[in-house]
């Protein structure tokens, strides 16, 4: 067993804040949505990390779920951001300010 | 005789059973789709069947069989596609309301012979008990109304089907919140809670307002989602478990910055789903922008299950209670502290926005994060109150309870106010305070239910708000946060202003000359039930308060 | 043998977390949606090291077989035809 | 026609500082985590050493429990790292092994070795299936998938109902811009929400 579990930790980290990054600085929806999934991501490392550690498959299993739901989370994103496309002919988060934000 | 504890999750099934159910009735009436959908429906009937004549086949036992029709009949209904227009419009919303009505008749029925023993159906990853039921009922009744007002509000929109359904979808998923006891159940109920949400939202497709709303919604959701789900795979590194007691269990001080990280990210998630800070700013454009109904839903049940969750995620995880060793002990990060200061923050916040507002709907959508934040001093105060563990236990159930009832006592106020204002938003009124001046004229029987619903809200004594800010207020004092009560009392003091602003466009303003003149002509017949129903619910509190109070308390005292 | 899997460890870190700034700093959805997919296989790299077979080839399924596809259509749909400038705020 | 990928830099200063602060906290606690070597789910550990809790006079059986359940096992004690036979077959799930720990030529512990793959068990959990072939501990997840079940009907119903494109109760075609067809929204689209003003309530 070489690897640590805290190296992937930190890698997990380092993708977690890569996507809060994205999701503090662009305005496209599409990019919020990647920036979103690589969040998930990041927690789908560190539960898999941390089944390996306990050698205890719970963490496994909820990161199969955790897929599960980020795909159902796209399916409604992007028919939201179809709309949205329609109504303002523009995915930028900012342009939708029919209200104010 | 089999296994039937899984009965218990009635509420439950009953919301999902008739959501799905009416995805099918939409479809019996087409003529391609008509046959399909009757052999699917008896296709997963016969699995039912199967399920409770052969209960422990396959060693799946009742519940895995129970749930492997529920599977396929979900299947099929996506099988049978969704299509716009409705093949009987009065058929589906009237099966919509009976499941609702049905689940929140089984839901009181539970919880008034609730003998205090929690079941845990499935496993440890469900429990039912005191509290999950009072939830189960607080959601049920606003999905009810919400059911029978919708029928009159969408009743010029396409997908009709498909709108209840969600509605009943999401209804499932914050009951079911309200019965999760493990950190996988309360991820994945939160999500089928919100993901219909987000549709619903969204769903005046060509309305910009709803639809910028929906996505606000969504992307404020998905993020605080992967916070959560972030936090959670903490938590699973800091303990090796997701179920709650083997998580308070097994916590052992050894990785406290991890487990510290991964409470506040899960505070983070719950804030999200209850609109407090610093996750509340989606609250206001969603409320706004949303059909008034679905804002009605969210601002009501969405909150209380949230807060379902953080009242059993924090008491069951989170915090050691001993009484007989004398212990109170707060784990992970200190949580109490972090959940003082975003309960002052957001009902200061919550308040001071909605005096400023213009518009009516956006006023109603602050004063929900502000009642977000009255609640969320139960949480607060939870470490106080006298010396002792025991008085701590004591103190610390009744400002539990205090939330419970103000989410009870809300559950109705609130959804009142809202459907008044999908009310006017069928006849056209209008949006700002001026477009509803001289409505108490024009419509008087819905106007005094507005005047009480915003009454009730400010807290004042003939109505149901006063008895549950009395309980929660004085709580909190009970728990020696005499500073916290008083912030609370001033927040409410303010809500006043802004509520009774309502009351006088309603009943004493002049119209002004530049507004056209109000011209009601029908009186919709779903809307006026169910504002009747949630202001007469409002007003005869202090009957149903007293034994609704007490299931509150003593499902409490099984937290603590 | 230890030295190895930490090598290789390394190697497709540096992968995932390049890929992953790269889903965030380049100019082009387009692009960012390419990135998004390398980032995603790479993560499935780390589950086979991991013990995590399965879990590998969901994540590849799910993730860049449905996620990414669905994620693609969008971009194909929603993009404008001259790459102009986003503008910040 | 294709690009080269271009870096959009500049401007990102505050959310840029934000995000490396979160992460250096996040290693920091990372590191200082006292976390020791990973269990995972080798052979070699999901071994479960277990001490024979009956032995007939004779020595050549005995009972040993594992996941749960108790088998009789049948075993020659005199040979060392002998297979042993056991007596009610537990199935491939658990294999036993004596192995002789004090050193005095008799077995005196068996082990129960986990045969089944993590794939198997994963499916175990997650339908929770009783079954003696689960060797790896963990929760069971059977509610969480059908939650999940109902999460996936909710979402394609939603993500249908939002997606598709129809004016005046027909289906048209699934994509494209509201605003370059004829006639946009009939009054069936027309909505109260924000008192039916065309302008999406932007007064």
């Keep these: 067993m070489a690897v640590d579990t805290s190296y992937y930790l930190i890698l997990s980290a380092a993708v977690f804040c890569t996507g809060l990054f994205g999701i503090l600085t662009r305005r496209n929806a599409l990019l919020f949505l990647m920036s979103v999934e690589l969040m998930l991501n990041a927690a789908n490392i560190n539960l898999v990390a941390f089944s390996q550690y306990y050698g205890n498959l719970t963490g496994q299993v909820f990161a199969l779920f955790t897929m599960a739901l980020a795909a159902a989370e796209v399916a409604v994103g992007i028919g939201i951001i179809l709309v949205l496309y329609r109504n303002f002919e523009d995915v930028d988060v900012a342009e939708a300010a029919t209200m104010r934000w | ?457 400010a807290g004042l004594p003939p109505f149901g708000g006063f008895l549950s800010k009395y309980l929660l207020f004085g709580a909190t004092v009970n728990s020696g946060f005499v500073w916290l009560a008083a912030v609370a009392i001033v927040n409410s003091a303010v809500s006043l202003y802004y509520y009774s602003k309502l009351v006088k466009a309603l009943w004493f303003d002049e119209r002004p000359d530049d507004k056209k003149p109000l011209e009601i002509s029908s009186r919709p017949v779903g809307l006026y039930a169910a504002v009747i129903f949630a202001a007469v619910v409002t007003t005869a509190m202090y009957g149903v308060f007293g034994p609704v109070s007490d299931a509150a308390i003593e499902a409490a005292a099984a937290l603590l | 043998m230890a030295l190895a899997e930490l090598v290789a460890f390394a190697l497709f870190a540096i992968v995932t977390v390049a890929s992953s700034v790269g889903v965030v700093l380049v100019e082009d959805v387009w692009h960012s949606a390419l990135f998004l997919g390398v980032a995603l296989l790479s993560v499935a790299v780390h589950y086979v090291m991991q013990q995590a077979e399965f879990l590998a080839a969901m994540q590849i399924l799910v993730y860049v077989g449905g996620v990414l596809i669905l994620i693609t259509f969008a971009v194909m749909l929603m993009r404008e035809d001259d790459t102009t400038e986003v503008v910040e705020a | 026609m294709t690009t080269r990928p271009e870096l959009r830099l500049g401007g990102h200063l505050a959310p840029g500082i934000i995000a490396v602060a979160l992460f250096v906290i996040m290693a920091v606690v990372f590191v200082g985590a006292p976390l020791g070597d990973p269990v995972g789910f080798d052979d070699a550990t999901a071994i479960q050493n277990e001490t024979l809790q009956s032995e007939s006079p004779t020595g050549d059986y005995g009972s040993v429990s594992a996941n749960g359940q108790t088998y009789a096992v049948a075993y020659n004690g005199s040979e060392e790292t002998a297979n042993v036979s056991v007596a009610n077959d537990p199935g491939v799930g658990v294999d036993f092994r004596e192995v002789d720990t004090t050193g005095d030529g008799q077995s005196d512990t068996v082990y129960a070795i986990s045969r089944t793959s993590i794939t198997e068990n994963i499916g175990y959990l997650m339908f929770a299936v009783d079954s003696d072939q689960r060797s790896a501990p963990g929760e069971t997840f059977l509610v969480a998938f059908e939650i999940i079940d109902m999460v996936l009907v909710g979402a394609l119903v939603g993500a249908v109902v939002l997606a598709r494109r129809d004016e005046g109760g027909e289906v048209v075609a699934a994509l494209g811009l509201r605003d370059s067809d004829e006639s946009p929204g009939t009054s069936a689209g027309q909505v109260a929400a924000d008192g039916g003003t065309e302008d999406g309530g932007d007064n």
């Design chain 2, 1 to 457: 005789m089999a296994d039937t504890t899984w009965l218990t999750l009635a509420p439950a099934f009953l919301l999902g059973l008739t959501g799905l159910l009416v995805l099918y009735v939409d479809s019996i009436g087409r003529s391609t789709k008509g046959p399909i959908a009757v052999l699917s429906l008896l296709g997963s009937l016969a699995v039912a069947g199967v399920a409770i004549a052969l209960p422990d086949a396959l060693g799946l036992g009742p519940a895995g069989w129970s749930f492997v029709s529920f599977t396929l009949l979900g299947m099929f209904a996506l099988a049978l596609f969704v299509q716009p227009g409705s093949q009987n419009r009065r058929l589906i919303a009237g099966l919509s309301t009976a499941g609702a009505v049905g689940a929140l008749g089984v839901a009181a029925a539970f919880l008034f012979t609730f003998d205090g023993e929690p079941v845990n159906p499935f496993g440890d990853a469900l429990v039912v008990d005191g509290m999950s039921l009072l939830f189960a009922v607080i959601v049920a009744s606003v999905t009810a109304m919400v059911t029978v007002a919708s029928y009159n509000y969408i009743a010029e929109h396409s997908y009709q089907a498909e709108y209840y359904a969600l509605v009943l979808l999401a209804g499932t998923g914050m009951t079911l919140m309200a019965s999760a006891n493990s950190l996988v159940t309360v991820f994945v109920a939160l999500e089928l809670a919100s993901l219909p949400s987000y549709a619903l939202v969204a769903f005046l497709k060509e309305n910009k307002g709803s639809v910028e709303a929906g996505l606000k919604y969504f992307l404020v959701g998905a993020l605080s989602s992967a916070v959560f789900a972030y936090g959670v795979s903490l938590v699973y590194g800091a303990t090796g478990s997701l179920q709650l007691t083997a998580v308070q269990n097994a916590i052992t001080g050894e990785f406290t910055g991890m487990l510290g990280m991964g409470v506040v990210m899960v505070v983070g998630g719950i804030a999200f789903k209850t609109a407090s800070v610093p996750f509340h700013f989606w609250a206001p454009e969603a409320y706004e922008g949303a059909p008034a109904p679905i804002s009605a839903f969210l601002s009501s049940a969405s909150k209380a299950a949230g807060f379902v969750i953080a009242f059993r995620v924090f008491t069951e995880a989170f915090l050691q209670v001993s009484e007989s060793a004398g212990e109170f002990l707060v784990l992970g990060a200190d949580w109490v502290l972090v959940f003082q200061i975003l309960a002052v923050v957001t009902m200061t916040l919550g308040n001071l926005a909605a005096v400023t507002q213009d518009k009516v709907k956006r006023m109603l959508a602050y004063s929900s994060v502000g009642h977000a934040g009255y609640v969320l001093m139960s949480l607060a105060a939870l470490s106080g109150g006298g010396a002792t563990a025991t008085a701590k236990i004591e103190a610390g159930q009744f400002v539990l309870a205090g939330g419970m009832m103000h989410l009870f006592v809300y559950g109705f106020m609130n959804t009142g106010a809202f459907l008044f204002i999908a009310l006017a938003e069928y006849w056209d009124v209008g949006r700002t305070f001026e477009d509803f001046t001289g409505l108490g004229r024009q419509a008087p029987v819905a106007s005094v239910a507005m005047t009480v619903f915003m009454f009730s809200l």
